[in-house]
C-alpha cells in the first residue's frame, strides 16, 4: 500500500494540525518509508490470532462509583478565562 | 570531577544521614553544586526545585536529631522526568505545547517519594512528550552523553539517564514506553528499569501511549534500583490498570489495598544463581548488531557460565516484528491521547484566530515539534477508515504473537538475555533526519512494552570507551529476579563504578 500526497491532506485534516506545505512535502516522503517498513507485519501469519490490546489479563481496576472532590484549580494553565469558564472563539455564525 | 558525594550509592548516602555521618542539607547543597557546574555541559535538567528541596532535607535532618528511623531511601536526591506532575513545579513533557504548564496535583509517584522523604531536586530532559531515542526531540535543547559530549544520551529519558551517569546523584525516575528507560540507561553506562506494566501507577504521568507506558528508576547500582521499586510500586486505585497487589503477588486471594509496595525487592538481591536458565535470541546477535556491542555480550555470558549459569542460542522471530507492531501501536494510542491538546484547557494557543478549528490547528499545529505530528499523523493514519484492519488490527495480533512467544520461552528459560541497544551510543545529530533509522534503536527493548513484562538494562562493559548495555527480560512479576540477577553480577564485576571522566 502506498501513500499519496492526497492521504497525508486529508490525515492532517483529521488530527487538526496546521502545518506548511514544505513540512507536508517532508511529511509524504517520511510516512512513505516509515509505513513501507510497516509492510514487514505481513509476513507473518495472523489469520486466527486474537488481537492484543493491553498487556494485562487480569481485569481493570474499578473503583466504587462514589464522588471524590480535587481542588484543582483549572484557571491557573486556562489560555483564555472568562466568567469562570474557558474561552474559545465564536462557535456559532460570529 | 570526584568528591565525597558523587557516584555514591543512594542506600550509602542514606546510611551516612541516618548515621549522622553527614546532613540531608549538606548532601541537598554539595548535589546542586555539582549540577551547577556539571549539568553546564551535561544539560539534563530542565527545571531545579531548590527551595522544596532544602525543606525536605531539613525535615529529614530534623528526624534524624530527634532520634527517628527514616525511611530506607529518605533524604536521598533525586530527579523526576518532565513527564511526571510535581505540584508547584512546572511540566512541560519537553514540549513548547505545555512550556507554561503548571502541574496541578503530584502524579502517584511523586506523592510516593514525598511519603518516603526522598529530596526531588529537579525535572530532567526529556524527547517531546517521550517520543525519540536521543533527547534531541526535546523543544528546548538536547542533553549529552556524560561519556562523550558529542553523543546522544539516548532517549526519552535522557536528561534522568545523564545525570545519573554524570554522577549528579544516585536516582532518577524515568518513563518506557518503547525502550526510553532501557535504551538511556544503556547509553549512560548505568542501571534502568521497566518494570512489569501495571506496577508503577501511572497517575500524573502524561500519556503518550497507555497501554505501553511504565516509569521505572534509574541507578547505578541493582540494589538502589530494589529500593527505590520498594517506594514506588503498589497498586492505585487512581490508575485503573494499576494491578491489584494481590495480583502482583500470584495470589488469587485478594488482600487489604494499601499504598505501599507489596513486595520487598531486596529481599532475593543475594540469592545464588547457580543453575539459572538464560535464553540467547539469535535474532538480537546478528548484523543489525554492532560488534563491539556483540563482544560485551559474549563476555557477559561467559562471566555467567562460570556462576553456574547455562545459556543456549534460541530464536524468537517475533524481535522482528517489534519495531513495526510497535510503532503502529503507540503512534495510534499517542494520536488519541494528544487529540486533548486542544488550546482550550491548557498550554499553547495562538489567540488570533476567528474559528475553533483554525485555533486547534494552529496551537497544535505551532505547540508541537516535528516529531510529535509524525507520529499524530501516522497513528491516525493507521487507525482511519480502511486502514484500521491493515495496519492497527494487525499490530494487535502481533502483540499477541510476541506474548506468546515470551511465554513460550519463559517455559524454558528463566530470563532472556539481549544487548539493549544494537549499537553504542550515536553521534548527536546522526540519526535526526531519518525517522525510521531512530525508531530501530528501540529494537532490542519494545517487545519487552508490548508483552507486558519486566526489564533490565545494567552496564557491562565499554566498546571504544562507550557504555554497552545487557537486557534482561523476565516473565511479568520478575523484577526481584531481575535485580538479583544483575546484583550478583555487580558484586563480582566493576563496570557499574566505572565513572566518566573530563
Same mark, same amino acid.
Given at each position: ?94 | ?323 513495526? =507492531?510497535? /510503532?503502529?501501536?503507540?503512534? *495510534?494510542? +499517542? %494520536?488519541? #491521547? @494528544? &487529540? ?96 525510521? =533509522?531512530? /525508531?530501530?534503536?528501540?529494537? *532490542?527493548? +519494545? %517487545?519487552? #512494552? @508490548? &508483552? ?51
Amino acid at each position: 500500500m502506498s501513500i499519496e500526497q492526497k492521504d497525508v491532506e486529508k490525515v492532517l485534516k483529521l488530527s487538526e494540525l496546521n502545518v506548511s506545505d514544505e513540512e507536508k512535502k517532508e511529511l509524504h516522503g517520511q510516512m512513505s518509508r516509515i509505513l513501507g517498513y510497516m509492510e514487514k507485519i505481513n509476513e507473518l501469519d495472523l489469520k486466527d490470532i486474537e488481537p492484543t490490546s493491553y498487556s494485562n489479563t487480569v481485569p481493570t481496576f474499578l473503583r466504587k462509583d462514589e464522588e471524590t472532590r480535587t481542588s484543582i484549580s483549572l484557571q491557573n494553565n486556562a489560555p483564555h478565562w472568562e466568567n469562570n469558564a474557558f474561552g474559545v472563539p465564536s462557535i456559532l455564525g460570529g | 570531577m570526584s568528591n565525597d558525594t558523587t557516584f555514591k550509592t543512594a542506600i550509602e548516602s542514606h546510611k551516612a544521614i541516618q548515621n549522622g555521618d553527614i546532613t540531608a542539607v549538606s548532601l541537598a547543597e554539595e548535589t546542586f553544586k555539582t549540577i551547577d557546574s556539571s549539568d553546564k555541559s551535561i544539560k539534563g535538567f530542565l527545571s531545579l526545585m531548590k527551595e522544596q528541596a532544602l525543606e525536605t532535607a531539613q525535615e529529614v535532618d530534623d528526624k534524624v536529631k530527634n532520634g527517628e528511623t527514616l525511611p530506607t531511601l529518605a533524604g536521598v536526591p533525586i530527579a523526576v522526568k518532565d513527564n511526571m506532575n510535581v505540584l508547584g513545579t512546572k511540566t512541560t513533557c519537553g514540549s513548547n505545547y505545555l512550556k507554561n504548564f503548571e502541574s496541578p496535583y503530584d502524579a502517584t509517584v511523586i506523592t510516593k517519594l514525598k511519603q518516603n522523604k526522598l529530596v526531588m531536586v529537579g525535572k530532567t530532559n526529556m524527547d517531546e512528550f517521550a517520543m525519540g531515542s536521543s533527547t534531541e526531540n526535546s523543544a528546548f535543547f538536547s542533553t549529552k552523553n556524560p561519556w562523550d559530549l558529542t553523543r546522544a544520551p539516548g532517549g526519552s529519558s535522557g536528561g534522568s539517564a545523564a545525570v545519573v551517569g554524570a554522577g549528579q546523584l544516585p536516582l532518577s525516575l524515568g518513563s518506557d514506553t518503547g525502550g526510553s528507560i532501557r535504551q538511556p540507561a544503556s547509553f549512560c553506562g548505568i542501571c534502568g528499569l521497566k518494570p512489569t506494566y501495571g506496577r508503577v501507577s501511572r497517575y500524573g504521568l502524561v500519556a503518550f501511549a497507555s497501554s505501553l507506558d511504565q516509569i521505572g528508576p534509574f541507578t547505578r547500582t541493582a540494589e538502589d534500583a530494589a529500593h527505590l521499586m520498594n517506594v514506588i510500586s503498589g497498586h492505585d486505585p487512581m490508575d485503573a490498570t494499576s494491578l491489584q497487589d494481590h495480583v502482583a503477588l500470584g495470589s488469587t486471594k485478594q488482600k487489604n489495598l494499601s499504598s505501599q509496595a507489596v513486595e520487598d525487592f531486596t529481599s532475593n538481591l543475594n540469592n545464588d544463581i547457580n543453575g539459572l536458565k538464560i535464553g540467547v535470541p539469535k535474532e538480537l546477535l546478528g548484523d543489525a548488531i554492532d560488534s563491539g556491542v556483540k563482544e560485551k555480550i559474549q563476555d557477559m555470558l561467559s562471566w555467567f557460565e562460570k556462576q553456574g549459569a547455562t545459556w543456549e542460542e534460541i530464536s524468537i522471530d517475533s524481535f522482528n516484528y517489534a519495531i513495526p =507492531a510497535y /510503532y503502529i501501536l503507540a503512534p *495510534a494510542e +499517542a %494520536s488519541s #491521547n @494528544l &487529540a486533548r491538546y486542544d488550546g482550550v484547557r491548557y498550554g499553547h494557543r495562538e489567540g488570533n484566530e476567528s474559528s475553533l478549528r483554525d485555533m486547534y490547528k494552529n496551537a497544535r499545529g505551532n505547540g508541537f515539534g516535528a516529531e510529535v505530528k509524525r507520529r499524530i499523523v501516522l497513528g491516525t493514519y493507521v487507525l482511519s477508515s480502511g486502514y484500521y484492519d491493515a495496519y492497527y488490527i494487525k499490530a494487535q495480533k502481533v502483540r499477541t504473537v510476541i506474548k506468546q512467544e515470551f511465554e513460550q520461552t519463559f517455559a524454558k528459560y528463566d530470563i532472556v538475555l539481549t544487548p539493549t541497544s544494537p549499537t553504542p551510543p550515536f553521534k548527536l545529530g546522526e540519526n535526526v533526519d531519518d525517522p525510521l =533509522a531512530m /525508531y530501530l534503536s528501540d529494537i *532490542a527493548t +519494545a %517487545s519487552a #512494552n @508490548l &508483552a507486558g513484562c519486566p526489564a533490565l538494562s545494567i552496564p557491562c562493559g565499554f566498546s571504544d570507551g562507550l557504555p554497552v548495555g545487557a537486557q534482561f527480560i523476565g516473565p511479568n512479576f520478575s523484577e526481584s529476579k531481575l535485580l538479583n540477577i544483575a546484583h550478583i553480577y555487580q558484586q563480582s564485576t566493576g563496570f557499574h563504578k566505572e565513572t566518566p571522566v573530563r
